[in-house]
């Protein structure tokens, strides 16, 4: 059964930093594209991350662009999002993503709260 586990989310301060990470099992994660989510409250989910399966390669949203890093350990099937001089305005549930065989999936959701 395919599962995705988040955590790492947490309450921080504007400016500081907070590293996500996604656990996959039941899959073959390193054959894979893996992506992070965001929804904030009242709003719908954005896209965030992505980083590809072979080539390592990754996109993100201008929003994040300069500030997030997505990266993966595919020895631990993991996937994270390092979050650096984070703003107010990224407050939000972060979830992990993947596409398998037309099915996509997502991991329950970690919240990061950036506030004074």
């Known amino acids: 059964q395919v599962q995705l586990v988040e955590s790492g989310g947490g309450l921080v301060q504007p400016g500081g930093s907070l590293r996500l990470s996604c656990t996959a099992s039941?899959?073959?994660?390193?054959?894979?594209?893996m992506s992070w989510y965001r929804q904030a409250p009242g709003k719908g989910r954005e896209w965030v991350a992505t980083?590809?399966?072979?080539?390592?390669?990754?996109n993100y949203a201008n929003s994040v662009k300069g500030r997030f890093t997505i990266s993966k350990d595919n020895a631990k099937n993991t996937v994270y999002l390092q979050m650096n001089s984070l703003k107010p305005e990224d407050t939000a549930k972060y979830y992990c993503?993947?596409?398998?065989?037309?099915?996509?999936?997502w991991g329950q959701g970690t919240q990061v709260t950036v506030s004074s």
């Open positions: 980083i590809t399966s072979t080539a390592g390669m990754t």
């Open positions: 039941g899959f073959t994660f390193s054959s894979y594209a």
């Open positions: 993503n993947a596409n398998i065989v037309g099915r996509i999936y």
